[in-house]
């Protein structure tokens, strides 16, 4: 394995060839540069690909069992897992992506130890972080009131939140795990555990659903037990041999240096959950809107489809993230810079292809989650913004995964606070109360006030980065935090 891996090292690195040369031979040297680079990139984006659309899949059937329980539950179970699993996923997966700096750029410098201290670092990091967030759950009911939500939707959801605290803490253990793993190219287990995950999740749904009719809150009951499966098999493998050298046991180290690492993991957080939490405040506003029930159907839909899709720029997310940490822990900043070229460019061609599809069939997609014809045609009122937001959203995250890798988290936390919350959220309440387009305002004003003009602001910064420097700055992080277990 090594052998391979060493061999596609060198031809990443390959010089072009010196004196008189053909157009042709720079096309071939390119053409080869490229290929070895999407190996290495799929090696990470297709498991890393399957496993985030097999446990969003798990989501998606929730709130398609949810939806033929009737509209309520459906609005129920949508907000519950659009902005209460939403708002505190975000955060827990921006500051569990820490591990995406820390232990990519450990791995491609060869401080394979320094990985498993890492993680354990994370996830006291992260219990604790859970157990400040239990309020967003047990307070979720008047909470959902005070913004405005109907009296109706607003109980029902406090019921179904309580029942989904078993998959919050899950994910205190299940993402550090998923980083340490995807930092070490063993994405096949991770997509081995969603797979099974997926399956564990049909099956009780069917019997907590349809055979024992727990209705709504027997569907979120088993959005937890599919999580703590997958779980439970990535723990097994990466403690008990799967991760020799990148696993040594529980170590007292994970309790040292507990501040720095604290601060770069809130520095994720903050970067990611603003992300995240944008388009909760945009299901939340939707909801104060005339008939929200149907508007917060609608809209959870669309979201729930973007969502799916999503899955796909995400793992160009975590590739991406893990070929510029790898390259930048390795001191080279050139194949940095060209991973960056290379993944950016692939997840829009793929992007490009779900915006046709979204304008082909949005009416086929629909009928998944509702029978209604008022959300129908609510939808279908939706779809271009759909489809653009899919088409800008297959940019965006790869841009996020560069400043993962690069570590530069801080800065671009603050992008996203100007961007999202200056300028998206005043911009959608403009078009959406001011002048009246209701739900279709609030998202175009959001998406073309805040999203798009991020983007542009993290393609400049990407296409001016000095890659060379950036490589010093990784090599003397790895250096500082290995001498602080040593």
């Given amino acids: 394995m090594r052998g391979r891996e060493g061999k596609e090292e060198s031809e990443s690195r390959i010089p072009l060839l ?21 190996k290495k990139l799929w090696r990470i984006v297709g498991p890393a690909m399957f496993s985030r659309l097999t446990t969003n899949s798990i989501l998606v059937i929730t709130q398609a069992f949810a939806g033929h329980l009737g509209d309520l539950e459906l609005a129920a179970i949508s907000i519950v897992t659009n902005v209460i699993l939403s708002f505190n996923f975000g955060l827990l997966l921006g500051m569990a992506s820490a591990l995406e700096t820390l232990c990519g750029q450990a791995f491609g410098a060869k401080k394979y130890y320094m990985l498993g201290v890492y993680m354990q670092r994370s996830w006291i990091v992260l219990f604790f972080c859970c157990v400040l967030l239990l309020p967003t759950y047990l307070f979720t009911t008047p909470v959902l009131k005070f913004l405005g939500q109907p009296d109706d939707i607003a109980e029902l ?22 980083r340490f793993l995807q930092c070490q190219l063993k994405n096949q287990v991770t997509a081995f555990s969603a797979a099974v995950a997926l399956v564990v999740h049909i099956l009780t749904c069917w019997l907590f659903v349809s055979g024992l009719k727990l209705g709504v809150m027997g569907t979120m009951a088993t959005v937890g037990i599919s999580w703590w499966v997958s779980v439970l098999i990535l723990l097994a493998y990466s403690t008990c ?47 104060n809107l005339q008939n929200p029930r149907i508007a917060v159907d609608s809209l959870s839909i669309c979201m729930t489809i973007n969502g799916w899709e999503m899955m796909i720029p995400l793992a160009f997310f975590a590739g ?20 960056t070229i290379v993944s950016v460019t692939q997840s829009l061609i793929i992007g490009l292809f779900f915006w046709v599809i979204i304008m082909l069939f949005h009416n086929q ?9 008022a959300v129908l045609t609510a939808v279908n009122r939706l779809t271009i913004l759909l489809a653009f937001t899919v088409l800008l959203n297959s940019v965006q995250p790869v841009l996020s995964g560069v400043a993962v890798g690069s570590g530069w988290q801080s800065y671009v936390a603050y992008i996203n606070l100007g961007c999202y919350y200056c300028l998206g959220v005043p911009f959608g309440f403009l078009m959406g109360w001011v002048f009246k387009f209701g739900v279709l305002g609030i998202w175009a004003g959001m998406m073309f006030g805040g999203t798009a003009v991020q983007t542009m602001i993290l393609i400049f ?22 001498k602080s277990i040593d």
């Fill in 157 to 178: 959801s406090g019921v179904v939140s309580v029942w989904a605290i078993p998959l919050h803490f899950a994910f205190c253990l299940a993402l550090p795990l998923q």
């Fill in 18 to 38: 010196k004196g008189p040369h053909t157009a042709e031979e720079d096309g071939g040297e390119l053409k080869k540069r490229v290929w070895v680079e999407t």
């Fill in 461 to 482: 910064i990407t296409t001016r980065c000095d890659w060379e420097n950036e490589a010093q700055i990784a090599v003397a992080r790895v250096n500082k935090w290995s």
């Fill in 365 to 373: 997609i629909v009928w998944i989650f509702s029978s209604s014809d």
């Fill in 241 to 287: 041999g799967g991760c020799p050298l990148t696993w040594t046991g529980f170590s007292s180290e994970a309790f040292t240096g507990l501040w720095e690492f604290l601060k770069l993991s809130a520095s994720s957080g903050v970067m990611l959950c603003l992300e995240n939490w944008y388009y909760q405040i945009l299901v939340i506003m939707t909801g």
């Fill in 320 to 339: 991406t993230g893990v070929r510029v940490a790898n390259e930048l822990g390795a001191g080279n900043g050139k194949g940095a810079r060209f991973a």
